[in-house]
């Protein structure tokens, strides 16, 4: 009985985090902890030249833009079928476009204005959630609604200043 005790009694020492001795059993600190996980690396931030970032913007503006004219033809052709599958296309073209333009390990040369890169963006996301509703339309009639329901925030004048600034021709399909 006695040794039960005993081991009763060291069992509930060991489990509160002392020794039978009462001392305190060490703990892990928190630098230990802290070397044991591996740190988040830094991600590398680096500022495009004019010349990448021209090409830069054009891969995200070029595939916005022929997924828009996709869907323009699709909604002449007055093909409900085609006209929810090239929104899908155009809604996920705009997210990539709005994903790379907003990446903060890539910063834009000074001559493009960040208010503009936001009036892009910003569109993008507005177009992102148009393209969205207008790919699970029901009907025609119904994405057509949804279609000339876009109002332009100033991301056109943004997209010319920003090619005037990269040095782009003023035609949207120029460089695609």
């Known amino acids: 009985m006695r040794k039960s005790l005993i081991a009763l009694v060291l069992a509930v020492l060991a489990l509160s985090g002392c020794s039978a001795h009462g001392e305190t059993v060490a703990q892990p600190s928190d630098s230990t902890r802290s070397a044991e996980a591996s740190p988040t690396p830094t991600p590398t931030v680096h ?3 004019l010349d990448e970032a021209a090409k830069y913007y054009l891969a995200g503006v070029c595939a916005a833009n022929k997924a828009t004219a996709a869907n323009s033809a699709a909604f002449a052709a007055q093909d409900l079928a085609a006209v929810k599958q090239t929104a ?7 997210q990539a476009e709005a994903k790379a333009f907003t ?4 910063v834009w040369p000074s001559a493009v204005s960040s208010a503009d890169i936001k009036l892009i963006t910003d569109a993008d996301f507005a177009i992102i959630s148009n393209y969205d509703a207008i790919s699970t339309a029901q009907s025609f009639e119904a994405a057509s609604a949804t279609s000339n329901g876009y109002v332009d925030n100033g991301a056109a004048a943004a997209a010319q200043r920003i090619r005037l600034a990269l040095n782009l021709s003023a035609d949207t399909s120029a460089g695609c």
Do not use: E, G, I, L
């Not at 899908?88 to 705009?94: E, H, I, K, L, M």
């Not at 990446?103 to 890539?106: E, I, K, L, R």
């Open 47 to 49: 500022t495009m030249s």
């Open 88 to 94: 899908a296309s155009a809604r996920d073209a705009y």
């Open 103 to 106: 990446d903060t390990t890539v």
